[in-house]
C-alpha cells in the first residue's frame, strides 16, 4: 500500500503541501468575494449618487427655465427646449452611472422591463425625490423673491382652467405612456448597438411631448418633478393627477411592450469550419 501511495504521489508530505494550496486557493477566493461585495455596494451607491444629483440638475435647471416675468420674459418654446436639454445634460452625465431614470415612472418601468431590481427600484425613487428637493431648494436659494411667487409658485404643475381633471389624467397618462414607449425602445435588445445618442432622443422626446402637452397640464410625466415645486411651495392642488396618471401608465405601458414587442436577440454560433466555408466563398480581385 505504501509502494502504491508513493508511486501515485500520495506520500503524507505530498498530501500537506496540497492541503495548503488548497486552503490558500480558498482565502484567495474568500478575498475575492469580498473585493466583489465591495465592488457592487460600491456601484449601487454610485447609481444612487447619479440618480439624485442627476434628478437635481433637472429640476434646478428646467424650473429656472421656467422663470416668466416682466424683467425675465420669456416663451412656452424656450421652456420646453431648455427643459429637454436639462434632460440631455442628465443623461450625458449620468447615463453610464445609473442609467439616468431621473423619474419614478421610468423606474417603475425599468423594473417591469426587468432593467433594476426592486430593491434597486426603491433606492432609485428615494434619491430621484430627494434629489428634485434639493434641486428646487438650491432655486428657492438663489433665484430672486419675486420669480418664485407667480402663480401658484415656479414650477408647480396645474392642469389649465379649462382642463377637467380626467382631461389632465387622461393627458398625462398618454404622453407619459409614450416617454415609457421611447425608454423601452431603448432598452430592447434589437437596440443594444445604436445607444450612442441617446442623450439627444431623449432631450428631443422631452421637449417633443412637453411642447404639445405643456399649456393643458404642464406636462409633467414625472412625480419627482411635481412633488418638490409643490411641496416647497405648500401647494398640493390636483397633485395626486401627477402621480397617479404617470405610475399607472408607466407599468401598463411598460407591461405591454415587455410582452407584445420585445424581442431577444439571438446571435447564431458559427463554427471555425463555417468560417472556413465562407472564407472559401469569398472571390478575391
Known amino acids: 500500500m505504501s509502494m502504491n501511495r508513493q508511486q501515485q504521489g500520495m506520500d503524507p508530505q505530498g498530501v500537506e503541501n496540497t492541503l495548503e494550496i488548497v486552503q490558500e486557493a480558498e482565502q484567495l477566493q474568500s478575498c475575492c468575494k469580498v473585493f466583489k461585495m465591495k465592488g457592487s455596494t460600491l456601484d449601487k451607491i454610485s447609481a444612487f449618487l447619479g440618480e439624485l444629483i442627476g434628478t437635481g440638475i433637472l429640476v434646478f435647471l428646467g424650473c429656472m427655465g421656467c422663470v416668466k416675468t416682466d424683467l425675465f420674459p420669456n416663451s412656452h418654446l424656450q421652456i420646453v427646449l431648455n427643459f429637454g436639454f436639462a434632460v440631455l445634460i442628465a443623461i450625458q452625465c449620468f447615463g453610464c452611472v445609473s442609467g439616468a431614470h431621473l423619474n419614478p415612472a421610468v423606474t417603475v418601468a425599468a423594473y417591469i422591463y426587468e432593467m433594476v431590481s426592486l430593491r434597486m427600484a426603491f433606492a432609485y ?125 408607466s407599468a401598463i405601458t411598460a407591461y405591454a411592450y415587455k410582452i407584445v414587442f420585445r424581442r431577444e436577440v439571438v446571435e447564431a454560433e458559427i463554427t471555425s469550419n463555417e468560417k472556413l466555408r465562407q472564407l472559401e466563398d469569398v472571390q478575391l480581385s
Not at 423601452?184 to 417633443?208: E, M, T
Request: a neutral charge.
Open 125 to 249: 425613487f428615494a434619491a430621484q425625490m430627494l434629489g428634485a428637493f434639493i434641486g428646487y431648494g438650491l432655486l428657492m436659494v438663489l433665484l430672486p423673491g419675486p420669480t418664485l411667487t407667480v402663480g401658484a409658485g415656479l414650477c408647480v404643475t396645474l392642469p389649465h382652467a379649462t382642463v377637467t381633471p380626467a382631461q389632465a389624467f387622461g393627458i398625462e397618462f398618454v404622453i407619459t405612456s409614450i416617454l415609457v414607449i421611447v425608454c423601452c425602445g431603448v432598452w430592447d435588445p434589437r437596440n443594444s448597438k445604436f445607444h450612442d445618442s441617446v442623450g439627444i432622443r431623449f432631450g428631443l422626446a422631452i421637449a417633443c411631448l412637453a411642447c404639445a402637452a405643456g399649456p393643458f397640464t404642464g406636462a409633467s410625466m414625472n412625480p419627482a418633478r411635481s412633488f418638490a415645486p409643490a411641496l416647497w411651495n405648500k401647494h398640493f392642488e390636483s397633485n395626486w393627477i401627477y402621480w397617479l396618471a404617470p405610475l399607472s401608465s
